[in-house]
């Protein structure tokens, strides 16, 4: 499936030996602000400057990303995100950038070293409109796991409880597409708003999941997370 700047990725990465790599709030913030402020041809400022316009360190003000990011979604061990390159090799450009300094930020915070991830980060060209649609509520739906670990074999045993978790599930971009700000800045909304307009259309797509299509969406990854 391809759009107007070039074709459409899963991409996906977890922890090296299943490790935690977000141990608390703070993590998924500063993995958050990474997806922003990696996703620039300019320079990324320091953390501590980021507050501070840009053209006070003689830096261009207007942004030019590396990827449109669709949706992401983070969890304990790992990260999924959706994303669409702007320009030649985007993908692997705006993903070294992203896991290195995360990385960076992590080995110091913890004071530990060596690799942080698993390996090269993992992507799967999205091949059909059809898979698109369902990638993202796989996405989306991806903090059930902590919810109701059985979930996918055994089905939701409380689907309202399970709306409202996910409702206040900070770390995705599924509050940005059901209608609360959390994180617009980091996702470009346009594309999937425009299928879903109404957003209680697109939470209805999202908590209606078919099980059986999440499976074979599962299956097409190369690694279980």
């Not at 993995?31 to 320091?46: C, K, R, V």
């Not at 669709?70 to 320009?87: A, G, K, R, S, T």
């Not at 700000?181 to 797509?205: M, T």
């Amino acid at each position: 499936m391809k759009g107007e700047s070039g074709y459409f990725y899963h991409v996906y990465n977890r922890g090296v030996d299943g490790r935690k790599i977000f141990q608390e709030p703070e993590d998924y913030l500063r993995f958050i602000h990474d997806l922003y402020e990696f996703n620039d041809e300019n320079p990324a400022l320091p953390y501590k400057w980021v507050k501070k316009k840009r053209e006070e360190f003689g830096l261009q003000s207007e942004r030019r990303p590396i990827v449109n990011i669709l949706c992401f979604c983070l969890m304990p061990n790992h990260y999924h995100l959706l994303i669409q390159p702007c320009q030649e090799d985007g993908v692997t450009r705006f993903m070294r950038k992203l896991g290195t300094g995360y990385t960076m930020y992590f080995n110091t915070k913890y004071q530990r070293s060596g690799a942080l991830f698993q390996g090269k980060f993992k992507h799967i060209l999205i091949k059909s409109e059809r898979y698109f649609l369902h990638l993202t509520r796989y996405i989306h739906l991806n903090p059930l796991d902590l919810f109701q670990p059985d979930w996918r074999e055994k089905g939701i045993r409380d689907l309202n409880k399970a709306r409202v978790f996910l409702e206040k599930y900070r770390w995705s971009s599924f509050l940005d597409y059901a209608g609360k700000k959390n994180f617009p800045s980091v996702i470009c909304q346009d594309l999937i708003s425009s299928l879903y307009p109404e957003e209680d259309k697109y939470k209805q797509f999202v908590l209606s999941y078919v099980k059986t299509d999440l499976e074979k969406i599962r299956d097409s990854i190369l690694e279980d997370l």
